[in-house]
């Protein structure tokens, strides 16, 4: 029998402990949570004990002693290219969370990195993966609705954010880097690439610096037209939080996604519903288990890709595309207008790859 993947898990602060019980949960299938580390000795100590591995403060020092064949880097994006650099120097492959880094600068140096060095590159994109998004592309596929022609993607809560994640107050980009990120690449994976982006952002909390809500309107290359919206500062009830809500028309048909994982699809005027999550695991809870789940799905995606030696569905020259819209949002909500997206010139080591993965 082949030998599992041994992870290190870089982070152990709120959001990572999905990753943790994720990649714990995968030892059925070839994962070995092996090391974990932060830079909070705290942190670090509680989840080494929680998941019985040696627990580390310095990723060096933990890429130094133990045997990895691979990076969960579950931190601030502040840091994420130096420590993508790091794995990469020592030629373990990486999985980053999103957003990808700072910059598109640094974006593009981290995958260049990869591609020059040969390692293996993922972005824990995970939106995409949660099951109702699944569902939603499995339909699509089936061509039960036709062509996608329209769509409107929201993301739209009043839920406290701020109380886990202070720091956002402060943040010089919100609601698009955090989560318009998610909703950008959910447009993406349902109606293809997109060929220019125009975006109002609205500042509505005057206690947060940058902006806690945006309208976004893309053109597809298809020609399919989506409507992306993502807010901290809805007023709903029930609020649908932490789901995403979706509709989208086709020349036959169409999909909405309700909520409560509700599906309703119209496909040559007979119209179905039905439910489209999936029962809680040991370590989910009601409220937050459609984003945990899809953790868990994104780790059992990146696992599977990693034992099959093939790319990830969001690697980082794919994540790549959806970094750009970020920006682009960005520069049209500043210049007022519809901003091309800006691209990337793939690599020879990126096609192959591509191509080893289809």
């Not at 990469?88 to 492959?93: E, F, S």
């Not at 107050?169 to 293809?192: K, P, T």
Request: hydrophobic fraction near 40%.
């Amino acid at each position: 029998m082949a030998r599992g993947i041994r992870i290190g898990v870089i982070g152990c602060g709120f959001y990572a402990q999905n990753h943790l019980h994720a990649w714990k949960d995968l030892v059925g299938e070839g994962a070995v949570l092996a090391a974990v580390c932060d830079v909070d000795p705290g942190k670090a100590q509680a989840a080494g004990r929680t998941f019985g591995v040696t627990s580390y403060t310095d990723a060096a020092t933990m890429l130094a002693n133990e045997r990895l064949d691979a990076v969960d880097i579950v931190t601030r994006h502040d840091t994420h290219r130096a420590l993508c650099e790091l794995a990469i120097g020592k030629g373990v492959a990486a999985i980053v969370q999103k957003p990808f880094a700072p910059t598109w600068e640094d974006c593009v140096a981290i995958v260049d990195a990869a591609e020059k060095a040969g390692v293996w590159l993922a972005v824990h994109e995970n939106f995409r993966f949660q099951t109702p998004m699944r569902h939603v592309r499995r339909v699509i596929d089936s061509g039960a609705i036709g062509t996608p022609s329209w769509a409107r993607i929201m993301f739209r809560t009043g839920f406290d954010v701020y109380r886990t994640q202070p720091y956002f107050y402060d943040e010089e980009r919100l609601a698009i880097a955090d989560v318009g990120i998610h909703v950008l690449d959910l447009a993406r994976f349902f109606l293809g690439e997109v060929e220019r982006i125009s975006c109002e952002t609205q500042r509505r909390n005057p206690k947060v610096r940058a902006e806690d809500t945006a309208t976004m309107l893309l053109r597809h290359r298809s020609g399919a037209v989506s409507v992306v919206e993502c807010t901290y500062e809805a007023r709903r009830d029930p609020d649908p939080f932490p789901e995403t809500l979706v509709e989208i028309e086709g020349d036959n048909g169409s999909i909405i996604v309700l909520p409560g994982s509700r599906m309703r699809v119209t496909s040559n005027g007979a119209t179905t519903e039905e439910d489209i999550g999936s029962p809680l695991r040991s370590w989910t809870s009601d409220r937050w288990h459609v984003t945990q789940e899809g953790a868990f799905v994104a780790c059992r995606h990146f696992l599977g890709c990693l034992r099959r030696g093939v790319s990830a569905e969001t690697s980082g020259s794919d994540n790549l595309r959806t970094y750009a819209l970020v920006d682009a949002a960005y520069r049209a909500a500043e210049e007022h207008r519809a901003i091309v997206p800006a691209q990337r010139k793939a690599s020879a080591a990126a096609v192959s790859s591509d191509r080893r993965a289809q």
